[in-house]
C-alpha cells in the first residue's frame, strides 16, 4: 500500500465523521422523530405471569389490549380489539379487580393539568355484552371492588351505576359549577395535591366515602378565550390567590345498602387541608390525611363507619412545611408504612395498627424516592433511592426489619419500577443521558436474569446520525454547598476559545434537573445551540430536591432569594472558565424557572447580558394558596418574603435584553403575572421583548406553537447572546 494511502485515509475519515454527522433542525426537533417509543397503559395482570399494553396498528386504526409474558415476550395473545366491539377507538383501559370486566375510555378531553373527561363503556368478557356508562362526558369511572357498579362524577355530582342491574343512583344533587363538587377534586387540590378522584370504595363495595368542595366564598379568576370570533368568551373559575379563601372540605360516606348518607364530624380536629381519603384493609375503618394552613403539621385521622368515631394514628410537625405522597400502606394487620424526612432525609417508617412506631426500616445520608409496596409472603419492601448518587436513581429491596437490603438494578442512569401483583418481578424502565429508555423484566429473586422488552433502537439509530455534545456532570463549590451541574459544549470544542453561556433551571422547592436520564426536548434544543457555538449549563441551587430536608427547605420563607443568588454565583463561576465570554452569559427558564431567570437578570445585571423568561411567576401573591402557603406562608404574615423577592420589586434593575413570554389561557400562571411585569418595566422604562400565545395554556402547545415559540427563542438568543 503507498504511504500516501494513509494521510489521504485519515483526512478522508476525519472529513466523513464530520460531516456525515446531521445538523439539528427546529423543524427536526418539534416533528416527532425524536420521540421515544413507550409502553403504553401498562396493567399488571392478576395471574402473576403477564401484563397488557395498547397496542395501535397505524395502517388499520385498530386498537388492541394485547398480554404479553414477562418471561417471554414473543408470546402474547390479544384480551380485546377496537375491531371487535361497536366502538371505533379506545385510549384508556381499566380491568376490574377479578379481570372479567374492562373500563373503556373514548372521546377523551383534557380538563385542568390531570384531570380529562371522556365517554366510557364497560365490556363484560364473559357474556361479550358492551355498556354505555352515561350519555355524557363523565370524570373519574371507577369500578367498585366487586366489579358490579362504576362511581363517576357528571356535573359536579356523584353517581353510582349498577352494571348488573341498570339502575342509575345519584348520590349527590348539589353540585354547582364554581360553588359546590362532590367527589372531585377543586383546581387547587388537583393542581398541587396531585388528586382528581376525590372518593374511594370500601373492600366490600358497600361504602363510598367521599370528599365535597365548597368552594362558594373562593374567589374567581376569569381568563377570555378567544377562538378566533367576533366577541372573546370568558372562562371563569375559582382560584384561591395567596391570603384568599380555599374551599371549605367536608368528608361524606354513601351507604349503598341503605342509601343513606352521614357526613363526618371533624370539628374537633385540625382539618383545613384534607388532602387524601383511603380505606384500610378494615372496609369500616376509613382513612384521611390532614394538614394545617400553613402545612406544618400533618395527621392521619381513622374513622370508625359504625359509629363515626375519629382516632388519631399518627402526627408530625415540621418547622417549614411537610409533603404529601400516596406511600401510606396499609398492612394486613392494619400496621402501616409511611415515609418521612423528619430524620434529615427521607425514610420508611412502620408503625402498628394504633400508631406505636415499631421501627425506622431505611437509614443513610440518602433518600427515598419512591416507595413502591410489599410482598406480603416474603414481607419485602421495595423501593427507588438515591443511595449511590442524587443524581440517579437505583430500586432496592429490604425486609420489613430493616435487614438484607438489595439492589436490584445496577446500570448508571434512572431506574424506575412497575411491579406485578405478587412483586415476584417488576418492569425497569430505565435511560441515562446516551440512552434512550429501555424496558426490561426483571426477576427479584434473580436481578442479573433480565429480559430486555423494548430499546428504543430506532431512536438510537436516529441519534447517532447527529453529533450530539456529551452532558458532563460537574459539582462547583458554591455558597459552601456542592451543588450538582452539567454542562454541554459545542461541538468541535476548542478550550483555547471563548464561548458565550446559556444557563438553563428549574430551580422550584424539591425540583431536579440535574439528573442522569434521557434527553428532554429541552435537552434537544440545548444541543441545537451547542451546534451554533453556545455552551448550555444547568445547576441545581439550594432548595432544590433529593439532597436531605435542610437543603430543600433552606428557602423557606424566601422563595427567590437563594435560587437566584445560586444562579448569579453560577454565572459568575463560568466567568472565570478561560474558555467562557465573560460579556455573553444568559438564563433562561419557564414557570419557576421564569420567575427565577427574571430575578436573576435584576439582581444579577452585572453578570447577565439575557434573559427568556416563559410563563413566569413575578409576585407570589398572585399564585395559588397550596403551593405557595407552603412556602411563604401567606401575604399578609410574611411581607417582605413576598415582596423582597418579587421580580416587579427590581423592575428598575433591568440592564441587559429580555424575552418575556406567556399564554393567554394559562389557567395555572396568569397572564396577570407577565402584564403586571410589564406594566412595572414600562414604569422603569425599561426596554423588553414580549411574547403572547393566544388561547395557550401554561405549556404553550398544539399545533405549531412550540415550534414557533423555539425560533422564537433561537432567534433571540442569536441575536443578543
Known amino acids: 500500500m503507498p504511504k500516501s494511502f494513509f494521510p489521504l485515509f485519515s483526512f478522508l475519515f476525519v472529513y466523513f465523521t464530520i460531516f456525515s454527522q446531521n445538523s439539528l433542525s427546529l423543524e427536526a426537533i418539534w416533528s416527532g422523530q425524536f420521540r421515544p417509543e413507550y409502553l403504553e397503559e401498562i396493567k399488571h395482570l392478576k395471574n402473576g405471569k403477564e401484563y397488557s399494553t395498547l397496542v395501535f396498528n397505524n395502517e388499520t386504526k385498530e386498537i388492541t389490549i394485547e398480554a404479553y409474558e414477562y418471561l417471554d415476550n414473543s408470546k402474547h395473545h390479544t384480551i380485546l380489539s377496537s375491531n371487535a366491539i361497536n366502538i371505533s377507538a379506545f385510549s384508556t383501559y381499566q380491568f376490574n379487580t377479578n379481570e372479567s370486566k374492562v373500563l373503556l375510555g373514548t372521546k377523551i378531553k383534557k380538563r385542568y393539568r390531570r384531570s380529562s373527561s371522556g365517554v366510557y363503556y364497560v365490556y363484560d368478557f364473559s357474556t361479550k355484552s358492551l355498556t354505555l356508562i352515561s350519555d355524557n362526558a363523565i370524570i373519574s369511572p371507577v369500578f367498585s371492588p366487586d366489579g358490579n357498579k362504576i362511581a363517576y362524577v357528571f356535573n359536579n355530582n356523584l353517581f353510582i351505576k349498577n352494571l348488573t342491574s341498570g339502575k342509575l343512583t345519584q348520590v349527590t344533587t348539589d353540585g354547582k359549577k364554581n360553588n359546590i363538587i362532590n367527589g372531585l377534586s377543586d383546581w387547587v387540590y388537583e393542581e398541587e395535591f396531585e388528586i382528581v378522584t376525590a372518593f374511594a370504595w370500601n373492600s366490600t363495595s358497600n361504602q363510598l366515602a367521599y370528599f365535597k368542595f365548597n368552594e362558594s366564598k373562593v374567589p374567581e379568576y376569569s381568563m377570555m378565550l378567544y377562538k378566533n370570533s367576533n366577541y372573546p368568551q370568558a372562562e371563569t373559575f375559582k382560584y384561591p390567590k395567596a391570603g384568599e379563601t380555599n374551599s371549605l372540605l367536608s368528608v361524606h360516606i354513601y351507604n349503598n345498602t341503605t342509601s343513606k348518607t352521614t357526613q363526618i364530624d371533624l370539628s374537633n380536629f385540625e382539618s383545613y387541608y384534607i388532602p387524601r381519603l383511603q380505606w384500610t384493609n378494615d372496609s369500616t375503618q376509613l382513612c384521611i390525611q390532614t394538614l394545617n394552613r400553613h402545612q406544618n403539621r ?29 406511600n401510606l400502606t396499609f398492612l394486613k394487620d392494619n400496621s402501616f408504612l409511611l415515609t418521612s424526612e423528619k430524620e434529615g432525609n427521607n425514610h420508611i417508617f412502620h408503625y402498628d395498627p394504633k400508631g406505636k412506631l415499631i421501627q425506622q426500616i431505611t437509614h443513610g445520608n440518602w433518600e427515598v424516592t419512591d416507595f413502591y409496596g410489599i410482598d406480603d409472603a416474603e414481607k419485602r419492601l421495595f423501593f427507588q433511592s438515591t443511595e449511590n448518587t442524587p443524581i440517579e436513581r437505583q430500586v432496592f429491596s429490604i425486609n420489613i426489619k430493616g435487614t438484607n437490603k438489595k439492589q436490584l438494578t445496577t446500570s448508571n442512569g434512572i431506574h424506575n419500577a412497575s411491579f406485578n401483583t405478587n412483586y415476584s418481578l417488576f418492569i425497569d424502565t430505565f435511560s441515562n443521558t446516551t440512552t434512550p429508555y429501555q424496558f426490561s423484566v426483571v426477576n427479584t429473586t434473580n436481578p442479573k436474569k433480565s429480559i430486555l422488552l423494548k430499546n428504543n433502537e430506532k431512536l438510537s439509530t436516529i441519534i447517532n446520525t447527529y453529533d450530539f455534545a456529551p452532558k458532563e456532570f460537574i459539582s462547583p463549590s458554591l455558597n459552601g454547598e456542592n451543588l450538582n ?18 444557563l438553563f433551571q428549574y430551580s422550584g422547592p424539591g425540583s431536579q434537573m440535574v439528573k442522569n436520564s434521557w434527553n428532554s426536548y429541552n435537552d434537544l434544543w440545548h444541543q441545537l445551540l451547542t451546534q451554533k457555538g453556545y455552551i448550555v449549563a444547568c445547576i441545581d441551587g439550594r432548595g432544590t430536591g433529593f439532597k436531605g430536608r435542610d437543603f430543600k427547605k433552606s428557602t423557606q420563607l424566601q422563595l427567590g432569594k437563594l435560587e437566584a443568588q445560586d444562579q448569579i454565583d453560577f454565572a459568575k463561576y463560568l466567568a472565570k472558565q478561560t474558555y467562557v465570554d465573560a460579556s455573553r452569559i444568559g438564563i433562561w427558564g419557564w414557570s419557576f424557572g421564569g420567575f427565577t431567570a427574571l430575578n436573576a437578570i435584576l439582581k444579577g445585571n452585572d453578570i447577565f447580558k439575557t434573559a427568556i423568561s416563559v410563563a413566569p411567576v413575578t409576585h407570589w401573591k398572585y399564585y395559588d394558596t397550596i403551593y405557595t402557603e407552603r412556602f411563604l406562608t401567606t401575604p399578609q404574615e410574611n411581607v417582605l418574603g413576598y415582596n423582597d423577592n418579587s421580580p416587579l420589586s427590581h423592575a428598575d434593575k433591568l440592564k441587559g435584553n429580555l424575552l418575556l413570554v406567556h399564554g393567554s389561557a394559562d389557567d395555572n400562571v396568569h397572564l396577570q403575572n407577565t402584564l403586571q ?26 399545533g405549531n406553537t412550540r415550534l414557533h415559540l423555539y425560533t422564537k427563542m433561537t432567534n433571540f438568543l442569536l441575536e443578543h447572546l
Not at 485 to 498: G, I, V
Not at 687 to 701: M, R, S, T, V
Request: net charge neutral; hydrophobic share 35%; no cysteine.
Open 298 to 326: 400533618f395527621s392521619i385521622l381513622s374513622i370508625n363507619t359504625n359509629n363515626n368515631k375519629i382516632k388519631t394514628l399518627y402526627t408530625e410537625t415540621d418547622e417549614a412545611y411537610i409533603d404529601i405522597t400516596n
Open 485 to 502: 451541574a452539567w454542562m454541554l459544549k459545542p461541538t468541535n470544542f476548542d478550550p483555547l476559545k471563548k464561548y458565550p453561556v446559556l
Open 677 to 702: 411585569m410589564a406594566s412595572e418595566f414600562t414604569k422603569a422604562n425599561k426596554q423588553f421583548e414580549l411574547a403572547i400565545y393566544p388561547d395557550k395554556n401554561h405549556g404553550i402547545y398544539g
